[in-house]
């Protein structure tokens, strides 16, 4: 894995901004790619299934990278107590008139293009919505580790 991780992540992460808000055809090539990889690190063959080396080896899919680091992000801020990120996004808790089974805890800013919907304030705010509240409440405590397996069990949308 050493292989996938000095070679494959890196690229993945410099161009990171650029495909994570790209259309859904071009990280499905991507994810091709990521799979291919995957299985020459791990020397099998090119016809069996990544589902479990990806799970295996704490691999983060493609369609998840994005989250994945908002939330790292999200949680050395929280972490380290500066409030940086939360600032730059603009997160404000919901106050609601009503009581409903899931409401959202954190205001999404409306936009009608998809340029708003790439912005920091509404990408993370919708991020921590999506999140359960378990996660998101113990998202302090848990461990890098174990925040990328719940990655690579779960896509985000």
Request: hydrophobic residues 40%; contains cysteine; charged residues 20%.
């Amino acid at each position: 894995m050493f292989l996938y991780h000095a070679l494959f992540v890196p690229v993945l992460n410099y161009g990171l901004l650029v495909w994570a808000t790209t259309t859904k055809e071009n990280t499905d090539k991507l994810a091709v790619l990521q799979k291919r990889v995957v299985r020459l690190a791990c020397k099998v063959s090119y016809l069996s299934h990544t589902s479990d080396l990806f799970i295996g080896h704490n691999i983060v899919l493609v369609k998840s990278i994005f989250n994945y680091n908002l939330c790292r992000q999200h949680k050395s801020s929280l972490m380290k107590k500066t409030g940086t990120l939360q600032t730059l996004a603009g997160l404000q808790a919901t106050l609601t008139k009503y009581n409903t089974r899931k409401p959202e805890d954190w205001q999404i800013k409306k936009c009608c293009t998809n340029y708003g919907k790439q912005m920091l304030q509404f990408t993370l705010p919708a991020l921590l919505n999506r999140i359960s509240k378990e996660q998101l409440f113990n998202i302090t405590e848990t461990s890098f580790k174990e925040l990328c397996r719940q990655f690579t069990r779960v896509s985000l949308p």
